[in-house]
């Protein structure tokens, strides 16, 4: 694989460390968790101590001071191995985190950032509803302004850490005039109990029992996933859930437009999955095509497989310099909306492809649970949905070309 201009020496340090720790810590249990869907709380403990949970945060907010092309490092090393350990840490920094980072008022950072970036507690961020996937602008949620606090009424879906989490930035309406339809929704930060708080406590992480918790704020059944089993996923139920006026995040009426910039960070995030899912896709059919034997020799010796490696590396490649590519963008503050998507995009689709092709290359073996490949399979496929479908994607790249074009 080679280097990108984007590395420096403490990069490689980075992904060593987070390599190493994929490799003892995750590699061993990852094929248990998947089957048995079980969230990796001992893991997640590790991982906060390593300081993964807040790589990119200001030490003086418990983070670790790394900058934002460590984090992606991160987020595509743990997807080597396994992508829930990886959504899990990515959708806890750039979702959970993140917009409270980013959005919020010196007391909130000082109040939530240091139990997130720690890893004390797990966050998450509340967008999708049942009649608001991709046109978000059609959030239904409604805050009513009750004076001193808001009344929030609505259902989040799909949503990462509903149950494990206790932090969450979620969007809700505040203003039900027609004319503003995306002017009119805004921000909140809502608290709840961890529904795994026997385990968490045991643990040591993912519940913090002096963080105030808000009445109304629950989660639903746990999803039974195709892929990213090990990662929790549930509806958030906002039920006369009673949240303080100091817990708007942002301005009032600014929650689209902020949820859209944390999208633009999240979509590199789930490029750097996809990646991650796709170079250890290519490495296993390395492995298992120079190993196996057929007609008296290995089936790595055979044009049709090497075409097959081939064009796997090659697009794994493509997909790299996308992805390092737009988190340099955002690591230097540049407009990186096209780019981002087109990351996405590109990483997502091609990894969907390099993983297919994995578990034809693995045969029958290729099926089965005995070889990560298929479980690397049916993560691939939500790269291609969440933070954006592909086919939002494309209308994000498409519009950003003909504006350039029109000026």
Known sequence: MSELPYF????????????????????????????????????????????????????????????????????????RVDASHSITCSAHTTLGTSPIVQFGNDAQKEQYVPLLASGRVLGGFGLTEPAAGSDAGGTETFAEDKGDHYVINGSKIFITHAGVGEVFVITARTDRNPDKRTGGITSFIVTKDTTDLEVAQEVGVGHDP????????????????????????????????????????????????NFLKTLDSGRIGVGAIALG?????????LRYTSERKQFGRTIASFQNTQF?????????????????????????????????AM?????????????????????????????????????????????????????????????????
């Open 8 to 79: 420096t020496s403490e990069h490689h340090q980075v992904r060593d460390l987070v390599r190493d720790f994929a490799e003892s810590e995750i590699k061993p249990v990852a094929r248990e968790l998947d089957l048995q869907s079980k969230f990796p709380w001992e893991n997640v403990k590790k991982m906060g101590e390593l300081g993964l949970l807040g790589a990119p945060w200001d030490p003086e907010l418990s983070g670790a001071g790394m900058d934002y092309i460590s984090y992606i490092i991160i987020v595509e090393e743990l997807a």
């Open 210 to 257: 002096d963080l105030i918790k808000m009445p109304g704020v629950k989660a639903g059944k746990k999803e039974d996933k195709m892929g990213w089993r090990a990662s929790d996923t549930r509806e958030l139920i906002l039920e006369d859930a009673i949240v303080p006026k100091e817990n708007v995040l942002g301005e009032l009426g600014k929650g689209f437009i």
């Open 277 to 285: 899912l796709a170079r250890g896709a290519l490495e296993e059919s």
């Open 308 to 340: 097959t490696l081939a064009d796997m590396a090659t697009e794994i490649e493509a997909a790299r310099h996308l992805v390092y590519h737009a988190a340099w963008l955002y690591q230097n503050g540049q407009p990186h909306s096209r780019e981002a």
């Open 343 to 407: 990351a996405k995009l590109y990483a997502s689709e091609a990894c969907m492809r390099a993983t297919t092709k994995a578990v034809q290359l693995h045969g029958g073996y290729g099926y089965t649970t005995e070889y990560p490949v298929e479980r690397m399979m049916r993560d691939a496929k939500v790269n291609e949905i969440g933070e954006g479908t592909s086919e939002i994607q494309r209308i994000v790249i498409a519009r950003d070309l003909l504006k350039d074009y029109a000026a």
